[in-house]
Nanobody, 123 residues
Framework: VQLQAYGGGLVQAGGSLRLSCAASERTFSRYGMGWFRQALGKEREFVAAINFSGSNTYYADSVKGRFTISRDNAKSTLYLQMNSLKPEDTAVYYC?????????????????WGQGTQVTVSS
């Protein structure tokens, strides 16, 4: 499945952004999905994941309570609502499709990746 992430930008600390990830296939609803991020000079890390139906979600401790992952299978679109943003959230954010319908947190469990969208949080 081909993925395209968008919605990034520059925001002040404490602000909000919503990222979207459009999938090219109607089979989108079969896959667990996830968001990852990579800050400059750091390794890519897990942010959030959701199963095929949206009934189960999982978050990294660093974003729990501030970020919400969701999906609209009718639109083949994944979302990441980011609230109370902090400068340390600055990174390129990637969406990814898992190899199964469950949610996953390990990068090796994801077979398709979007191109990334930059999020910059100023202090």
């Amino acid at each position: 499945v081909q993925l395209q992430a968008y919605g990034g930008g520059l925001v002040q600390a404490g602000g909000s952004l919503r990222l979207s990830c459009a999938a090219s296939e109607r089979t989108f609803s079969r896959y667990g999905m996830g968001w990852f991020r990579q800050a400059l000079g750091k390794e890519r890390e897990f942010v959030a994941a959701i199963n095929f139906s949206g009934s189960n979600t999982y978050y990294a401790d660093s974003v729990k309570g501030r970020f919400t992952i969701s999906r609209d299978n009718a639109k083949s679109t994944l979302y990441l609502q980011m609230n109370s943003l902090k400068p340390e959230d600055t990174a390129v954010y990637y969406c990814a499709a898992a190899r199964s319908s469950y949610y996953h947190t390990a990068q090796a469990d994801f077979g398709s990746w979007g191109q990334g969208t930059q999020v910059t949080v100023s202090s």
